[in-house]
């Protein structure tokens, strides 16, 4: 109790609280402890370990192996994570969370911006319903969805066009559900709700007030979007992106369920560390996952600067 | 097929570490396990017993295994090579129970599971892994030596040497084909490159990861001048049927295959056979032919956990895995349309179910083919070096 009262500096009724509040963070924190902050130390220490065996004998009783192997620290398991499919991967994850993304973004902003400015409560209420279910809706359910519309083979949606208008959906429109086009019509499916979900409140914020002095200024309604509404929704906006980016990124069951062999870093990450052919690679899936962390974290700070700064008009 | 196998809903790097987190910390906590069986019986240590006779007999055995009471497996998925029946006549048999967990696992999650859970309770007493995982263990000291009754008719190759593990069941890569769909069926590999088959030729997953879909870019292999010292013809192929529009990529799943967006499935022909006879109830013709160009058999491998929290029972899994009785392991994996290790002998002592054996897609296989390991890891070098360029696009 005497430290408190040394640090607290206020009064004894505020000083007492600080030890309850920091009793209640304490889940909390064992929980971000055990979750987040052991595994990353422990991708940090195996991404950079290797064991290498050089010969093993048997014992003639036991029959057991005694194996000779040494366990080194290395950048081996980095280089190899930048080779090959592992680096197609990457490259493949991060196109793929770009562009699905930004779509995400621009079409989730104006579905968004209709439903606000939407008069119809009852509208606004199904939308945001709908949102905030399609927005979770993913994995093995969702791939077959679009399995059952978009297939070359048998989608619905697929042979009712070649049926009626003689188009075909992968041929002529160039639509292939298992490649980077079909995978980010299915990513979108998820994501411009999500767009939805995270802009409809940023877009609540703004208040009908500086449209009506801005009008009564003489700004046209362009102007009013150009130089008070997009300045003051830009870094909700851009914040928005990187989530969806990020929401991306990470996304693995969906695209895993419709083309398992699709370089994706998630997937690669699957395949070495729980796949039927790969033996004995975990440093590499830790590797793999180190670069994941790596590329996440800078977007992670942007995304923290661009929320205080949102907080600065829409609050 | 083979995608439950390997089913699960998240894998995100958090996940993917919590693993790695997991694992690790198991290791900590290894109390002696070999201790803890040997309590059960007055005389044998059933944990470190080689085989039946060394540990007193068969009746001993049963006898240590119902003092245990309980029999933990992992990784066996009830639709997959008959494992329902075999676990539910096992547990009426000798009316043991049976805890199955984790039934859609992969290999590397069997092996996983073993380090992780090493002295307790609830790990795996025996695992059914991948030919390759069979090797690893054994060389990472995970594997108790065991020699079960019938070793001898168990074929040299398919077994360790010393007993670490011993190949249990499996199958040659067919062509299943959607008759109803497709109309005339490949029947070898090299007919499968026809503009009639456009977007319909799928391997069962990706074969980075996939064992079957491995297995079957190497039959791919043979069928275009490959060998076991060379899978590349059949990742050139795949390139070559992927240019021409005919390869599939679409993952495959039972629901695929009974909708059409899979007509024409490279895959083991017990998963095939059994996914036609799922197929015929619904009105439609799922061919299963083993191709005579490209015949690549892979098998399953049984090893009992070093550190089996209930040894006699483990052991006694795996002399009922291994029996020819009408209600043994042998028949019944074989009433799931998969080959048992044992099948050759079966078929001349005549113990071999001639029913089932009916059911089996005909193969002549006068040069098996069994790569070393060295050749697997070639073969998967190249595979994981060249394939992403193969299928892109």
């Known amino acids: 109790m005497t430290d408190s009262h040394e640090t607290g500096g206020t009064g004894s009724t505020r000083s007492r609280r600080v030890p309850l509040a920091w009793l209640g963070l304490t889940p909390f924190l064992a929980y971000v402890t055990l979750v987040f902050l052991v595994p990353i130390g422990f991708i940090l220490f195996e991404a950079f370990r290797r064991t290498t065996t050089t010969g093993a004998t048997r014992d003639p009783v036991t029959q057991q192996f005694v194996k000779h192997s040494e366990t080194t620290f290395t950048l081996d398991n980095i280089h190899d994570s930048l080779q090959g499919i592992y680096r197609t991967s990457l490259v493949t994850s991060v196109k793929l969370s770009a562009i699905t993304a930004i779509l995400g973004a621009i079409f989730g902003l104006l579905l968004a911006t209709a439903v606000v400015s939407s008069s119809s409560a009852f509208l606004r209420q199904v939308v945001t319903s709908a949102a905030a279910v399609t927005a979770n809706f993913g994995g093995i359910p969702l791939a077959f969805l679009f399995i059952a519309t978009l297939d070359a083979n048998s989608g619905i949606v697929t042979l009712f066009l070649q049926d009626h208008f003689g188009i075909s959906l992968q041929d002529d429109l160039g639509l292939q559900l298992p490649e980077l086009s079909g995978l980010s019509l299915v990513y979108l499916y998820f994501l411009i709700p999500l767009m939805v979900l995270v802009m409809a409140p940023a877009l609540e914020g703004l208040k009908p007030q500086w449209a009506e002095a801005a009008e009564n200024l003489g700004a046209s309604r362009w102007t009013y979007w150009r130089l008070v509404a997009a300045p003051v929704l830009l870094p909700s906006f851009l914040g928005a992106v990187l989530l969806l980016f990020c929401s991306a990124f990470s996304a693995y069951a969906t695209a895993y369920a419709i083309n398992s062999a699709f370089p994706l870093i998630t997937i690669r990450i699957d395949a070495v560390l729980s796949g039927n052919v790969l033996a004995g690679q975990g440093n590499l899936g830790a590797a793999l996952a180190l670069l994941m962390i790596v590329f996440v974290l800078p977007l992670t700070v942007i995304y923290q600067l661009l929320q205080r700064r949102t907080s600065r008009w829409l609050a | ?393």
């Not at chain 2, 929290?309 to 020819?324: K, N, V």
């Not at chain 2, 074989?334 to 009916?358: C, F, T």
Request: some cysteine; overall charge negative; charged content about 20%.
């Open chain 2, 1 to 393: 097929m083979q995608t439950p196998r390997r089913t699960r809903l998240a894998g995100t790097a958090a996940l993917a570490a919590l693993g790695l987190a997991l694992a690790a910390c198991g290791s900590d906590n290894s109390s002696s396990p070999t201790a803890t069986g040997s309590s059960s019986t007055t005389t044998t240590d059933w944990a470190t017993a080689q085989s039946a006779e060394a540990g007193g007999g068969m009746e001993a055995l049963v006898a240590a295994a119902q003092k245990e009471g309980t029999l933990n497996v992992i990784a066996l998925p009830p639709t997959w090579a008959n494992y329902a029946e075999i676990i539910s006549t096992f547990k009426k048999k000798y009316g043991i129970k049976v805890n199955s967990e984790n039934p859609d696992g992969a290999s590397a999650d069997e092996i996983n599971a073993l380090k992780s859970t090493k002295g307790q309770s609830s790990a795996p007493d025996v695992v059914d892994v991948g030919n390759s995982f069979a090797l690893s263990g054994a060389q990472d000291g995970l594997y108790a030596p065991y020699k079960v009754a019938t070793w001898n008719d168990i074929p040299d190759g398919q077994k360790d040497t010393g007993g670490l593990w011993t190949s249990d069941y499996g199958g040659y890569i067919s062509i299943g084909c959607n008759a109803t769909k497709v109309g005339t069926c490949p029947k070898t590999i090299k007919e499968l490159d026809n503009p009639a088959y456009k977007n319909m030729v799928a391997l069962n997953g990706d074969p980075t990861e996939s064992n079957s879909a491995f297995q079957g870019v190497w039959a791919l292999a043979l069928a275009n001048g490959g060998s076991a010292d060379d899978i590349q013809p059949g990742i050139d192929y795949v390139k070559k049927l992927n240019d021409e529009g005919i390869f599939n990529k679409t993952q495959v799943t039972p629901a695929t295959v009974a909708s059409g967006a899979t007509p024409i499935v490279l895959d083991w022909d017990y998963l095939n056979v059994a996914e036609g006879t799922e197929l015929a109830k619904k009105g439609q013709k799922w061919e299963v032919n083993d191709p005579a160009d490209g015949l690549v058999s892979a098998y399953y491998a049984q090893a009992i956990n070093r550190s089996a929290p209930h040894p006699a029972a483990a052991r006694l899994w795996e002399e009922y895995l291994y029996s020819q009785d009408p209600d043994g392991g042998q028949n019944l994996w074989l009433k799931g349309y998969a080959r048992p290790i044992e099948l050759v002998a079966m078929q001349k002592n005549g113990s071999a179910d001639q029913a089932a054996v009916a059911k089996v897609p005909p193969v002549t296989d006068k040069n098996p083919f069994v790569p070393t390991q060295d050749q697997v890891t070639k073969a998967t070098a190249t595979v994981t070096k060249n394939w992403a360029a193969a299928v892109a696009g």
